[in-house]
C-alpha cells in the first residue's frame, strides 16, 4: 500500500498531467486534490503546534558575542527519540551545557547540511546525465570561503549587510 505521500505524489502528477503544467503552485495542487475528495486533514493539535512555535522562537534567537560583537545563535537542539517519537531537546549556549551536548547539537546539524548537499549532488548529477548537450552544472561543496565571507558580512544585528 502506498504511503500518504506516495499518494500525494501521484496526485501532482495526475493534476500536471490533467492541467499540462510543468511547474506547479502547491495551492493550486490542494484546490484541485480537494475537488477531486482529497479529505482536507484534522486540524493540528494545539500543543504540538504551540510546541513548535516555541521551538522556532527558540530557534531565531540571536545574541551577540560581548568580545568579538558577532552574532550567534542561543539557543540549540539535540534530536532524541522519545516514546517512538523524535523530539528536541532544546539548551541555551550561556547556560554551559556539557561539550559532549553541544558537540552533539553542532554534529547534528552539520549531518543536516551534509544530507542537503548529498541530495543536491544527486539531483545535479541526474540533471547533467540526462542533458548531455547542455553544458553540466558543477557546484562547488567547499562552502569554507562561503562561511568566512558570511561571517564577515553580517551587520551588528546579524542580518546580511546592505551595500
Known amino acids: 500500500m502506498a504511503t500518504k505521500h506516495q499518494q500525494m505524489q501521484r496526485i501532482i502528477h495526475q ?4 492541467t499540462g503544467k510543468k511547474e506547479v503552485d502547491m495551492h493550486d495542487v490542494v484546490k484541485w486534490a480537494i475537488a477531486h475528495g482529497w479529505p482536507l486533514p484534522t486540524p493540528a493539535d494545539p500543543l504540538e503546534r ?7 522562537a527558540a530557534r531565531e534567537e540571536i545574541r551577540h558575542d560581548e568580545a568579538t560583537g558577532k552574532p ?3 539557543n540549540h537542539a539535540i534530536v532524541v527519540m522519545r516514546d517512538d517519537k523524535q523530539s528536541a ?3 541555551d549556549i550561556d547556560e554551559d551545557p556539557p561539550r559532549e551536548k553541544m558537540l552533539r547539537a553542532l554534529v547534528q546539524r552539520r549531518e543536516q547540511m551534509v544530507g542537503d548537499g548529498v541530495q543536491l549532488a544527486l539531483d545535479a548529477d541526474h540533471w547533467n546525465s540526462t ?4 553544458e ?3 557546484l562547488s561543496f567547499d562552502f569554507s570561503l562561503d562561511v568566512e565571507w558570511g561571517k564577515n558580512s553580517l551587520d551588528q544585528d546579524g542580518e546580511k549587510k546592505t551595500g
Open 89 to 91: 531537546w532544546w539548551f
Open 15 to 18: 493534476f500536471k498531467y490533467e
Open 50 to 56: 504551540l510546541a513548535q512555535e516555541f521551538s522556532r
Open 72 to 74: 550567534y545563535r542561543a
Open 131 to 134: 542533458h548531455l548537450k547542455d
Open 136 to 138: 553540466p552544472i558543477q
